[in-house]
């Protein structure tokens, strides 16, 4: 075991690198995944379930302004780990500063903007909620909008250390959070009634000192040489910036259409009933994707050093082996499929069984759709750590447009049920597993030239 631990750890720097930050993200998502559950456990033993499902509502509607980035991290990642690649410290500095800058300007604006409004918003009428919550939920929407902007400027520590290849500590801090945040509210359910107010303190203040206490500590550490300062700011570079994030910002939004609207159209089409069934067949397929997801996300950066280094075997050898992960993410699929009736018959309770039916043809669907994307994703990963992204942006946009009205389609004149959805969103999403491979090819051969290498 022990050789078998060391030959593991052995080979290239860069290689090494992603099998750590692999293996402790591994660890940190069982960790995550538990937290997870306990804190529903609890805070629903703290709130009612009314009051917490107004919680959850008005949380998922601010969390939508996170757009307003407008792929500003993923810029920063790019040209971050270009720069530190290159040791050029001096420029890798001045985009850490133009990128903390223009979040800050914009964040700054939104908030002034959504303070003022504030005061005319009935919290009660968009939550559909009771009349004698006004003044708590105007108070709370304040304390969670003012938290998430702090978190808008400071979780660009995260997009750092994923830019110097260190993932798995980016990711540490979320579920740090959530540990201190569950402790602080078993405390509350010890010592108060149940508040909303004192649970969106928590909530959200502690996410924000913990990023807050990762920003100080790494700038005054790992990263001085890059430290954000308002002397280092040009808005030279913003264009460069901006027009690397608003590709990642299109792409973002058109895979959002494909992704989120599913619920809608079964709901509209079907009754939201049959929302049910869909969501936990795809719970579980997507077991898929959350596993190749932790794989593949060190690469990213490391795909940008390498490629920035010309360093092109790494490259090939990398994807090789990220093939090699997907064949056994196919052998897993087909597993899931097998034992899905009886997962499914353990998973939940013998009255829920009689009341949900989850097809074959909805879960074969799916199995197809999370192979498909993942293949895909072993070429995504690398052309988004190179920024080709013109190709991959509007192969996409394409796909957001075709989505709905293909599913309609499918629905309407075909009579197909809701494996519908999932058919259309594997066609609208032909760009990663038929394109992302060629524009890999091109580009690793040279032979990327026009829209390929853009």
């Not at 027009?243 to 959002?256: A, D």
């Not at 990963?381 to 946009?397: E, P, R, T």
């Amino acid at each position: 075991m022990f050789k078998f631990i060391s030959s593991f750890f052995k080979g290239h720097e860069r290689t090494v690198k992603a099998k750590k930050n692999i293996i402790v993200s591994f660890g940190i998502k069982g960790v995550s995944i538990i937290i997870g559950f306990l804190m529903i456990r609890i805070t629903l033993h703290y709130l009612d379930k009314t009051t917490y499902g107004v919680w959850l509502t008005l949380t998922s509607f601010i969390s939508w302004f996170s757009f307003f980035e407008i792929g500003l991290g993923n810029g920063l990642k790019n040209r971050l780990a270009e720069a530190l690649a290159k040791k050029q410290y001096k420029l890798a500095k001045i985009y850490v500063s133009t990128t903390y800058a223009i979040l800050f300007i914009i964040s700054s604006i939104i908030g002034i903007i959504f303070f003022i409004f504030n005061s005319f918003l009935d919290w009660t009428i968009i939550l559909n909620t009771d009349k004698s919550l006004m003044n708590e939920l105007s108070l709370v929407s304040l304390i969670v909008f003012g938290s998430f902007l702090f978190n808008f400027v400071l979780k660009l520590i995260s997009t750092v250390l994923v830019a110097d290849q260190r993932p798995a500590v980016g990711n540490t801090f979320g579920p740090v959070g959530n540990l201190i945040s569950l402790i602080l509210i078993y405390v509350l359910t010890l010592t108060t009634d149940g508040s909303l107010f004192y649970l969106a303190w928590i909530l959200s203040v502690v996410p924000v000192l913990v990023l807050l206490s990762a920003t100080i500590y790494f700038y005054n550490s790992d990263y001085k040489k890059i430290a954000p300062s308002i002397k280092w700011v040009n808005f030279k570079y913003a264009g460069d910036l901006f027009n690397l994030g608003l590709k990642f910002f299109v792409i973002q939004i058109s895979t959002l259409i494909m992704f989120q609207s599913s619920n809608f159209i079964i709901a509209h089409f079907f009754g939201p009933a049959e929302v049910t069934p869909f969501q936990i067949a795809y719970k579980l397929f997507s077991v898929l994707l959350m596993i190749f997801s932790i794989v593949v996300s060190p690469f990213w950066a490391a795909y940008t050093e390498a490629w920035t280094l010309k360093d092109v075997k790494w490259i090939k050898n990398s994807t090789k082996t990220l093939f090699r992960v997907w064949l056994g993410l196919v052998a897993l699929g087909i597993f899931l499929f097998i034992i899905s009736d009886t997962f499914f018959e353990l998973w939940l309770s013998k009255k829920e069984m009689e009341s949900i039916h989850i097809s074959y043809k909805l879960k074969l669907s799916l199995l197809f759709y999370f192979l498909l994307f993942t293949f895909g994703g072993i070429y995504n990963m690398f052309i988004n750590g190179v920024g080709k992204l013109a190709v991959q942006m509007y192969s996409l946009l394409i796909g957001a447009i075709l989505f709905i009205p293909m599913s309609i389609f499918f629905i309407q004149y075909l009579g197909w049920g809701i494996e519908s959805v999932v058919i259309a969103s594997i066609i609208a999403n032909f760009y990663s597993p038929l394109i992302a491979p060629i524009q890999y090819r091109k580009i690793i051969l040279n032979k990327a030239h026009g829209i390929w290498n853009k």
